[in-house]
């Protein structure tokens, strides 16, 4: 089996190529789309985040992490805090604000950053006896802490306004923004599993006995795989949440609901694979949104049918189901979409055409 | 508010006793199927949840009395146990552990939101299946603290149910078929044992156990919505964990435990009455950290 | 020429009584089950030692003693100086013990190449076992700092990483496997992928190989090859081979020395011929196994 492959220099340049024409249509999307398609978009960027950054601990490494709303959350908050301005949070703190939390203030890049970071510090903690455990425990576990700083938000007044939320956060999640830190996410955790650390994070996964056995610290390389996971976790919680410009810590927007459809999303694009989960974010994003029209009234044959709320998640979840009991490996199972392996299928395309063509 | 340490005591012990008792179970529901299928049936706080629903439109649709309407939500969720694990579960018996997991987490979400379409999400009262709310209202005086009724038929039930529980369990036929599968399936199936037939049978007695806990719930706390069951669930299956999982006496050691801490925690420590539902998952870590096998749980050796 | 050889010959009678690795009264108790009881032996630097006994009589447990995967309840292990009872399994790989085991361990949704190229990742990043090694005045392995960095970064990291692929290549050459390097693992035969393991452990640059019935599930054909593959690697890669075996023919055929064991207990010890005139092994052992033959 003879295999002509690209050299690196080509797929380097072939890479830099796509992320040029991308970057076009992006630009052309940002001038003619409407503000709602517009929106959308930029969604779909911050779940490619958010799936990115849940299958580097769950796909790759095989750390079967509930907690990711709770990352999302931390980020969040701590970024939303960082832009609003300290008039603005003077103003929505019906109960009095801590004034440190008040006067802190940083633009958008470093409020995003200081999401991650902390998102990344409270899973460094966490994962300490978190990853101690293993499969069902450590998912629990993980949901656990998710939920605990989700009641934590609900209650500490003074720091995150608790029920209230945050309100009036600035719209600063543009097309450029998000879309800069999904190739940012992409590019940092592709080159992270494409080096001997991926090597060693998907042996984990494999077999985790076997991996201690050739000198993998085990320990050590989940724990790094979730404090990176939970950094662009809190990326796309800041992202997240300027792009939703209110915040509160409900069950239903950043709880366990949340983790549930990142995880449809990686599980649709496969899990283990990177693009995959891009993939993934995108079908999830449109179908969630072409799904709304669902709950709006519809007129069926003449019948005024009443918009009935709920049938997105059901639909969804129901589609998950199916996915889960019939299609297991998802769209890509756990390979990539990388030039040498569409090279490979378009050939095999070919080569199947062709004996068709014969036959 | 007047009562004195002793009184407040009393008060809070038969608090947490029933509370315990509804934790615990739902708590043997998850540690059953744990303990033969390796799987959290993360829907089963959920199937708490429609049991609590069915009770409540069988009471207002077809004017069923109190008693009737548990045992609809009783028959009714032991029949979507059923049907959760042939349509969901059972296609993914050979699947790696974790697509059934992911399955669970699903058909949790499947089932919150088949409520929140078909019963509506905006919270229903459970006391309008009373037409008669006498019952609700008697208050008994022990040792000067005034018990509401219910709680002491809670608890009387609750203790009943377990009775019967352990009779199926360790007194009849199928239980021990219960008992073999959960140490060894194939060798159970060489045996003549339907493995499917036990395993479905597990599920329904669960989700009748989490049924009548959801009745008893709504009668003491008569908010009845979609996401009602989320966190007693979560509760619940932490409780089955600290208990030991797989071990049907630890999940109820495991579910009094829990209502005991969280009870007290709150009643002499008010400031944190915020925080009630993260105590569970603190000794959940806790537990997990110091004796990860639980309370009555055996230690798996990994076999290399 | 002659000279030499005999330099080298005495060279390896010499290395011969040094003692590589040292169990001393190891005792091994999972609750009421003593699995191993006061195990007291050495490996000798360049051997080629059998472990062998009945089912269950501890031998595997052995093993995971030696590697870390269990505390011993007792006793001490000494391997090249270093004390490594207390360690953890990553760390003991990266001092130089690699091991296979009984119920294969691959990783097998990963490429033969890959597989490999794992069993090298600890030389750049397992700074717990460097300490030990310099903490008893060894070189340590990492020779250089913040790899992780330099692999998401790439800067400083391709050349390690192409000389990381070389070396892989030319031992997945040396084991046969070459033709299925692009393979996932579980793709392979049977004896391939026992061969793999073995490729495997050898990629983590062992000064001990532990191998746990390299020849369970084989055929005669498969169990020839193996045997020869054992000695060549022994003596191409210059490792000290302790394996655990249940066909006597490969334990007869290869092992210098053989220890025997039964219910946790070392009851013989000693060369082939020794073994197999031994009393107490063909009443434990080979007696039931030399009727069938």
């Known amino acids: 089996m003879v295999e002509k492959k690209l050299s690196n220099k080509t797929k380097f340049w072939l890479t830099i190529a796509f992320i040029i024409f991308i970057g076009f249509l992006l630009w052309l999307a940002d001038r003619y789309f409407d503000d709602y398609k517009l929106r959308v978009l930029r969604l779909i960027a911050i779940y490619g985040v958010m799936a990115v950054s849940l299958n580097l601990i769950n796909g790759i490494t095989g750390v079967f992490s509930l907690g990711h709303a709770g990352f999302i959350l931390v980020g969040a908050y701590t970024a939303s805090l960082l832009t609003l301005s300290p008039e603005q949070k003077a103003m929505s703190y019906l109960f009095g604000i801590q004034p440190w939390i008040e006067k802190l203030h940083a633009d958008f890049f470093t409020a995003t950053i200081a999401g991650g970071i902390a998102a990344a510090i409270f899973a460094f903690l966490i994962g300490w006896p978190v990853l101690r455990l293993s499969g069902d425990y450590l998912a629990i576990a993980s949901l656990g802490f998710a939920e605990v700083v989700r009641i934590w938000a609900n209650n500490a007044l003074s720091i995150t306004n608790g029920p209230l939320g945050l309100k009036a956060i600035p719209e600063y999640s543009n097309t450029w923004w998000t879309y800069g830190w999904l190739l940012a996410t992409v590019v940092f955790i592709a080159s992270l599993v494409n080096s001997s650390y991926g090597r060693a994070l998907k042996a984990i996964r494999e077999n985790r006995i076997a991996a201690e056995a050739m000198g993998i610290n085990v320990f050590k390389h989940q724990l790094m795989s979730f404090v990176i996971g939970a950094f662009f976790a809190g990326v796309s919680g800041s992202l997240y949440a300027h792009w939703l410009t209110t915040i509160d810590p409900r069950l239903t927007t950043m709880g366990p609901m949340l983790t549930f459809y990142v995880l449809i999303m990686i599980v649709l694009g496969g899990l283990g694979s990177i693009t995959g989960a891009i993939i993934g974010a995108a079908i999830f994003a449109i179908l969630f949104e072409w799904l709304r029209d669902l709950e709006q009234p519809f007129s069926f044959f003449g019948i005024q049918v009443p918009g009935i709320p709920g049938m997105r998640i059901l639909t969804v979840s129901a589609i998950f189901i199916i996915v889960m009991i019939f299609w297991q490996r998802g769209i890509m199972g756990r390979e990539e979409l990388t030039w040498d392996n569409l090279i490979k299928w378009s050939r095999k395309l070919a080569s199947l055409s062709r004996k068709r063509g014969e036959g | 508010m007047g009562y004195s340490p002793g009184t407040f005591f009393l008060q809070n012990l038969f608090n947490a006793t029933m509370l315990g008792g509804l934790y615990a179970l739902i708590a043997v529901g998850y540690t059953m199927v744990y303990g033969i299928l390796r799987l959290i049936n993360f829907a089963h706080g959920d199937i708490m949840m429609m049991g609590v629903y069915f009770a409540f439109y069988a009471a207002t649709i077809i004017y069923a009395p109190p008693l009737l309407a548990a045992i609809i939500a009783i028959a009714g969720a032991a029949g979507l146990g059923f049907l959760i694990d042939r349509v969901a579960y059972k296609p993914l018996r050979n699947a790696p552990r974790i697509s059934a997991l992911i399955t669970a987490i699903g058909m949790s979400f499947f089932l919150e939101s088949f409520a929140v379409v078909v019963f509506g999400a905006i919270p229903k009262s459970f006391l309008d299946v009373f037409k008669d709310k006498t019952i609700l209202n008697k208050v008994l005086l022990v040792g000067g603290a005034r018990i509401p009724l219910l709680t002491f038929l809670v608890i009387l039930i609750t203790a009943g149910i377990f009775v019967v529980l352990f009779w199926i369990v360790y007194k009849t036929k199928i239980g021990m078929a219960m008992r073999a599968i959960s140490m060894d399936i194939p060798t159970t199936s060489l045996m003549g044992i339907n493995v499917d037939m036990v395993i479905g049978f597990t599920f329904a007695l669960g989700s009748a156990l989490a049924a009548a806990s959801g009745v008893m719930w709504a009668m003491r706390f008569p908010n009845v919505y979609p996401y009602m069951g989320f966190m007693p669930g979560m509760k619940a299956f932490i409780a089955a964990v600290v208990g030991g999982i797989g071990s049907i006496p630890g999940a109820i050691i495991g579910g009094l435990l829990l209502g005991f801490i969280e009870i007290f925690a709150v009643a002499y420590f008010p400031n944190f009455s915020g925080y009630r539902d993260a105590f569970a998952f603190i000794i959940l870590i806790i537990i997990l950290l110091i004796k990860p096998s639980g309370i009555l749980g055996k230690k798996a050796i990994e076999k290399v | ?293």
Request: hydrophobic letters at 40%; charged letters at 25%.
């Open chain 3, 1 to 293: 020429m002659m000279e030499n050889k005999t330099a080298v010959m005495e060279n390896k009678t010499d290395k011969g009584t040094k003692g590589l690795l040292v169990l001393d009264h190891v005792t091994m108790q999972f609750g009421g089950l003593v699995a191993v009881d006061n195990f007291t032996n050495e490996v000798k630097e360049g051997e080629l030692l059998g472990l062998i006994g009945p089912n269950g009589a501890g031998k595997t447990t052995v093993f995971n003693v030696i590697t870390g995967i269990y505390y011993p309840t007792k006793g001490k292990i000494i391997f090249d100086d270093i004390d490594i009872t207390p360690l953890k399994p990553h760390q003991i790989t990266h001092l130089g013990i690699a091991r296979t085991f009984q119920n294969i361990r691959l990783f097998y949704d990963l490429s033969v190449l890959e597989n490999v190229l794992v069993a090298q990742h600890h030389e750049i990043s397992n700074p717990d076992g460097d300490r030990i090694l310099l903490h008893h005045g060894k070189p340590a392995k990492n020779y250089q700092r913040f790899w992780l960095w330099r692999a998401i970064t790439k800067l400083g990291y391709l050349k390690k990483e192409r000389e990381m692929l070389e070396r892989a290549k030319e031992l997945i050459e040396k084991v046969g496997l070459a033709h299925v390097m692009y393979e996932k693992a579980s793709a392979l035969p049977y004896g391939e992928q026992r061969k793999l393991e073995i490729a495997r452990a050898l990629a983590t640059k062992p000064k001990l190989l532990l191998l746990d019935e390299p020849a369970a599930g084989m055929n005669p054909k498969e169990t020839e090859d193996l045997m020869e593959f054992i000695k060549k690697i022994r003596d191409e890669f210059d490792v000290t081979v302790f394996l655990i075996e249940h066909d006597m023919k490969v334990v007869m055929g290869i092992c210098e020395r053989i220890i025997v064991m039964d219910y946790g207990k070392i009851i013989a010890e000693g060369t082939p011929e020794q073994i197999q005139s031994n009393p107490r092994v063909i009443e434990a052992y080979l007696g039931k196994e030399w009727k069938h033959v």
